[in-house]
């Protein structure tokens, strides 16, 4: 087969007309689920999950291609991005400029973006963005991916990572080879300046086929997790994920805080499952009883049993409706592992409670709202909590049965640290040191929590805000 050596420009690109098909996206798995199919990035989070989506018409191509290699070399494709989010396009896009503005700063607007496309695709003209675009690899029967002389998106050298490279070994070299060729096979298009990314209906397609215009043009895209207020504070964002559990939790997890950047934290919730796993695998009360909307707005039940990160035992949740985006939320964990410690500390007495999922110390005193984060900081170095899944201060005053708290949790794992302007797990902290039952944010609403034994219970308001 005769192949088109060039490795296309913006120019060569910006000629074509954008094609208007309202074919939809689909699964790039969903003709032949035995294509692996896994991000190796997560900036789609926030948007789809983990599905990894394209244009039906390429989902059956690349099924085609599948089936060939498997029948023929015993290989398997594996797809590590599909469609991208417009608003994503631009990020990368807008970054890459403005970085090669400083270098270059004698470049005309044009010729800048020319030379930003060459690293990241101007969007008007990028293939991901309209969900024609793939990135691709190879795999054996063990699922191991093959050696193709370089990583997916490993842009160290550029040299190494065109299609036709002299720098690589003859193996490498031949699977390349056979990729390009199945692929060309079934109709895509090259970009012979990264060997993993081929493309069909987009414009890059139809200028390597010197056709007038393109199938597919761009698709916008919203994000989709659900953002929680719980007792009128603490912005959560939680997204549903279909299918099995990932091994991409912190990742994926950091995509969410990146793309919801109000938020307090974030988490995931594996529908299939029950199960809601926090970004930095800790303990979130809040994020709990945010978990328990969701669930029960998927059931016709209205109480939902589910399971959470950094808490062992089961968590059973009853929800009352109090407007349309407004809950009443009672949640009760079930056989909490919970220690608490007194020690003497400066000069000054602290309650640490251990909850597995997360550690609270609780300070008996004025917020110090100068200085919480270094603290906090200091008291997670001197009382060696490093190990801890999240550690919270608690600074907490007392009158007769009401106790109003102010906390600030830094989670390991994704290394936040907030001022929270509520706080589910803490309030569960202060109840169990103080003895009472309503712990007051600092939103000025109520957290209330009822402990029996290892049955710890907490009521709150939970809104959904977007």
């Known amino acids: 087969m005769k192949i088109n050596n060039t490795i296309l420009t913006y120019d060569d690109v910006k000629r074509v007309e954008a094609g208007d098909s309202k074919e939809q996206l689909a699964d790039v798995r969903s003709y032949d689920d035995s294509i692996a199919a896994s991000y190796e990035k997560f900036d789609m989070v926030p948007y789809v999950g983990f599905e990894i989506l394209v244009r039906a018409t390429v989902a059956k191509k690349l ?25 994503v396009q631009l990020k990368y896009f807008n970054k890459r ?18 030379l930003t496309h060459d690293f990241v695709a101007v ?52 699977l390349r080879r056979l990729l390009l060729d199945e692929m060309l096979s079934a109709g895509f298009a090259p970009f012979l300046g990264e060997w993993w990314h081929f493309s069909y209906g987009d414009k890059e397609w139809a200028a390597y086929y010197e056709k007038p215009s393109a199938l597919y043009g761009p698709i916008v895209m919203k994000k989709t997790a659900t953002v929680f207020k719980i007792a009128s504070g603490n912005e959560t964002a939680i997204q549903i994920i279909k299918g099995e559990r990932a091994q991409a939790d912190e990742q994926a997890g950091k995509a969410l805080l990146h793309a919801y950047p109000t938020t307090e934290q974030a988490g995931l919730l594996y529908i299939d499952c029950n199960r809601l796993e926090m970004a930095g695998g800790e303990f979130c009360g809040n994020a709990s009883a945010a978990a328990a909307v969701l669930l029960t707005n998927k059931s016709t039940e209205p109480t939902v ?39 003497e500390y400066e000069g000054r007495q602290l309650s640490i409670v251990d909850m597995k999922g997360i550690t609270h110390i609780l300070i008996k005193s004025t917020f110090p709202a100068t200085n919480y984060e270094a603290t906090l900081r200091k008291l997670v170095d001197r009382l060696n909590l490093q190990a801890c899944e999240a550690v919270g201060v608690i600074w907490y005053k007392q009158q007769s049965e009401k106790v109003k708290i102010n906390p600030v949790v830094w989670v390991k794992k994704v290394d936040t640290l907030y001022y929270e302007s509520a706080c589910g797990s803490g309030a569960i902290a202060a109840s169990l040191v103080t003895g009472s039952r309503k712990i007051f944010q600092p939103t000025g609403e109520c957290i209330s929590v009822y402990v029996d034994g290892d049955k710890v219970t907490t009521e709150c308001d939970v809104t959904i805000i977007d």
């Open 97 to 114: 400029q403005a970085e090669l503005r400083c270098t270059y700063p004698e470049l005309s607007s044009e010729k800048l973006a020319a």
């Open 305 to 343: 049993r589910y399971s959470v990160s950094g808490f062992e035992g089961s968590v059973v949740a009853k929800i009352v409706s109090v407007d349309s985006d407004k809950y009443r939320v009672r949640t009760s964990f079930n056989t909490m592992n919970y220690k608490i410690e007194k020690i």
């Open 123 to 174: 969007p008007e003209v990028a293939g991901h963005v309209t969900g024609g675009a793939v990135d691709i690899t190879l795999v054996d029967s063990n699922g191991v991916a093959c050696d193709m002389g370089t990583k997916i998106a490993d842009f160290a050298d550029e040299n190494r990572i065109r299609t036709f490279a002299t720098e690589i070994t003859a193996n490498q070299r031949r």
């Open 63 to 87: 099924a085609a291609v599948n089936r060939l290699l498997k029948a023929k070399y015993n290989l398997t494709l594996k797809v590590v991005y599909g469609y991208r989010a417009l608003e």
